[in-house]
T-cell receptor, first 117, second 110 residues
Framework: ETGVTQTPRHLVMGMTNKKSLKCEQH?????MYWYKQSAKKPLELMFV???????ENNSVPSRFSPECPNSSHLFLHLHTLQPEDSALYLC????????????????FGEGSRLTVL | GESVGLHLPTLSVQEGDNSIINCAYS??????FIWYKQESGKGPQFIID?????DKRQGQRVTVLLNKTVKHLSLQIAATQPGDSAVYFC?????????FGSGTRLLVRP
């Protein structure tokens, strides 16, 4: 148990569906992240939020829409995805954004396995 | 069609032996480096980190070595156990951005 909970663990959706991934952290952290892990590429940073404000969008297509209503919750809204978007989507949190003495250790959830048909 | 996945290098070691997992990083300006372990069906888990002003750091059964001259990082696991079987990722970071490597699969033979 890492203190970061992701739901659903598995999701199958068609290209025209709208779905959302949810992440909740119980660690009192201020920063939250979405990463994509696919079979073809190493872990890729998608979005970063710090104190609910988005600080990073790593050139992610607009069919992925993040939402961070508070420091404990992070959503990834999915719309008109493509089959190549099938991957494991990992949420992570850290105490802060890793500046100064903090190396920015990330605490990951177990991921949401997404399959786009 | 069939998708082609990342070809992960694999290290196979006998239980009880020491393991050494290597990683080459790209950014000489990275401030810190972290090793993560990912077991099947789970998210990556922090193992140990090292700042760029250090060349060695030890944890419980693990040691990380940093060679900035050749931009090389290694993770040494002493007395490898079956529970150490996983994919190991190195990551380099500056500020809050972590760039992950593609990983090495460690298999522990009983």
């Amino acid at each position: 148990e890492t203190g970061v909970t992701q739901t659903p663990r598995h999701l199958v959706m068609g290209m025209t569906n709208k779905k959302s991934l949810k992440c909740e952290q119980h660690l009192g952290h201020n920063a939250m992240y979405w990463y994509k892990q696919s079979a073809k590429k190493p872990l890729e940073l998608m979005f970063v939020y710090n104190f609910k404000e988005q600080t990073e969008n790593n050139s992610v297509p607009s069919r992925f829409s993040p939402e961070c209503p508070n420091s404990s919750h992070l959503f990834l809204h999915l719309h008109t995805l493509q089959p190549e978007d099938s991957a494991l989507y990992l949420c992570a949190s850290s105490q802060d954004l890793g500046t100064g003495a903090n190396t920015g250790e990330l605490f990951f959830g177990e991921g949401s396995r997404l399959t786009v048909l | 069609g069939e998708s082609v996945g990342l070809h992960l290098p694999t290290l196979s070691v006998q239980e009880g032996d020491n393991s050494i997992i290597n990683c080459a990083y790209s950014n000489s300006a990275s401030d810190y480096f972290i090793w993560y372990k990912q077991e099947s069906g789970k998210g990556p888990q922090f193992i140990i980190d090292i700042r760029s002003n250090m060349d060695k750091r030890q944890g419980q059964r693990v040691t990380v070595l940093l060679n900035k001259t050749v931009k090389h990082l290694s993770l040494q696991i002493a007395a490898t156990q079956p529970g150490d079987s996983a994919v190991y990722f190195c990551a380099e970071g500056s500020s809050y951005k972590l760039i992950f490597g593609s990983g090495t699969r460690l298999l522990v033979r009983p």
